[in-house]
Every structure is written in C-alpha cells, then in structure tokens.
C-alpha cells in the first residue's frame, strides 16, 4: 500500500505507510509531573455557518475526546488557544465548553484547569478588562474547575506600562479562590499579545511578570510560559517562589524541558499534547520510574512532528492537531469552526500526515490512509 504526497515545491512523491500502530495503553496515574493536554473542539460540520458566525460545535464528539486524554492519566486544559479561542470561538462558545467540560471531568474523575480572559471584551478601559477578567473566573470556578489566567488582547491594548498589569493580575489573584495558572502567551501564538507585561524587552517583561508572582505566591499555582526559548524558560522556572510550579507550553523544546536537569524540571500544559496524548503519557509513566533516558527515546522523536505544526504562522497549528484528530479516527471529518481548516496548505497537511503515521500515532493506520487519500483526491490529487 502506498499513497502520493505532495512536498513543498506540489511535485508528486510515493510514502509507503505504516502498517502498525504504536502499542500504548492506558496506565497508573503520574506521580512526577503534573501534564495537561491543551484540547482542541469538534466542529459541527452540519452547520448553517459562515467563518464569522459562532462557532457550532459538535458536543458529543468533542467531550469524547476529552475522556480519550483522560483516559490515558493526562489533564484537560480547556477553552485555551488550542481549542481556537479567539480564532472562531467566542466567549459564549468558551463558557458553554468549559461548563460541559468541567461537569464531564467531575464524571469521569479527569483533571481540569480552564482558561479565563478577557474575549468577550475587545477593547476596553483597565476597570472593564478587569471586570472582563473576573466575569470569566466566575465561570469557571462555579464549575469547580482550576484557573488559568490567560494572557489579555484588551489588556495589552489598555496598559500604558508594568504597573498596569501589576494592578490588574494583583486585583484578580487577591479575589482567586484558589492558587491559579499563569499563562504568558507569546506574539508568535497571538501578534496582538506583542509587548506584554508592559514591554518587549524580554528581560524587562520577565522582571513585572516575576513582581506579580512574588506579590502573591500563595495564589499562583505554576506559571505557563509559551515563549519558545527554552534557555528563557529554564532560567525563569529558577527564579520562581518555591512551590510555584513551572508548565512548559514550549512545543519546540518540550522533552528537555520536562527531563529537566540537576536545578528543576518544568511540568507541561501543551498543544502538542493533543495528537500525542497516548504516547506523551506513555514516555511520563517511563520518567516516573526515573528513566529519563527511555522517557527522551520516546519523545523526542516526536518533536519535528511538532516543529512542523508549530511553523509559522505558529496560530495555525490548530489546523495540523485536527487534521490528525480526523485521521486518526477521533472525529469523523477534517472541519474546523470559523472555517479554519483552510490556514494550512496540502503539502503541509500531508507531511503532518507523513510524520505522525511514523511515529504510530494513528490507531488504525489503513483508516488514516484511507481518509488521508480522501483529502488529497479532493484537492485534485489523484490515487
């Protein structure tokens, strides 16, 4: 069996895929790291929908998928950028997801911490975007799920300088009911976020973004970082108060990071979590056994999986952990809200293919063919 793939420059090559999946199963739960798997939603194909309209999601499928991370020992963080917040879901569609999410993890036993902004506001004064702010810890912690302070497009809009978000994260981390996630987002994810904590001097913007924290240690669970420097990252998790975890959003340089070294280790709150779930858990349950040798032959491999749907524009990888999520059998068609399945071209989807069918990501490799020929037939790509 083979099948025609399109490289970079759309000339033609043949792939002979992979006959075998990679053997993983379900295991005991982690006791080294806490990992978090970034979820993508379902779209619902079906719908009567334009890319503006709100999102139609498929409920069903998407809470599905959810128990399938749960399943394998991994948390859920949920309504995050991976499920394409603020690139076609609302915070009408946010706060739906992260209600039915949060009662489905109560049932199923499954860890979740849920993402808390500010989209329902696109520009505002620094007293709206707290309000803004608070609006959505309500929510989420009347589901009685954990927090994570998402980074703010209308507090980045409204600051005027550090001592802006100093006030406002202050003001939201004294009324937190229980210790939260900080996230920092960098522009490669979300341009709008450019010069957040008050500057674009990296080092500059770590020092405001470590004053919050020091400020209040007892309400900050861990911090998120998605800056894409592991070097930045590992000498930011060193300076933070003990206690305060470090979850690497890293999805260039992931395995380093959570091996660690002999100062600390970074836990993780990934997108690349999504397609590689079963196996992520498998190489966790590996280190927990202190075998950070067997836990980097398992992952590592994974990572120019990775770099390939994080490529620039990074805010398109979404388009990438669907297309797997499609192809290996999760849900039953490549359809994205706001129409998103458009950001990424063929050839990229087909190496997206190409990669994870060599690390034996799909299930059911004759299935991910099968629809993976689907998709090329439909751009012209004859078998």
Known sequence: ????????????????????????????????????????????????????????????????????????????????????????????????????????????????????????????????????????????????AQAILMASRALAKAASGPEDYLEVYGHLLRQAAEPVILHWLGPMFDPALEGYWGSTDLDAATGTFLEVIAAHPDKVDGIKVSLLDAQREIDLRRRLPRGVRCYTGDDFNYPELIAGDDQGFSHALLGIFDPLGPLAAEAVRVLDTGNTAGFRDLLDPTVELSRHLFQAPTRFYKTGVVLLAWLAGHQTHFTMVGGLQSARSLPHLARAYELADGLGLFPDPELAEERMKTLLAMYGVTR
């Open 1 to 144: 069996m083979t099948i025609r793939l399109p490289d970079a420059t759309g000339a033609l090559r043949t792939y002979e895929p992979r006959t075998e999946p990679l053997a993983v199963t379900p295991g005991a739960p982690f006791t080294s790291r806490t990992v978090f798997s970034a979820a993508h939603v379902v779209a619902d194909p079906c719908a009567d929908v334009s890319p503006d309209s709100p999102a139609a999601v498929d409920w069903d499928a998407t809470l599905a998928f959810r128990r399938h991370l749960w399943s394998h020992g991994l948390g859920v963080a949920e309504a995050m950028d991976t499920a394409q917040r603020g690139m076609g879901l609302d915070w009408a569609g946010a706060a739906e997801l992260i209600r039915r999410s949060a009662a489905e993890a109560a049932s199923a036993g499954g860890r979740i911490a849920c993402g808390v902004g500010t989209d329902q506001l696109p520009a505002g004064t620094l007293a709206e975007v707290r309000a803004a702010y608070e609006e959505q810890l309500a929510v989420v912690e009347e589901c009685g």
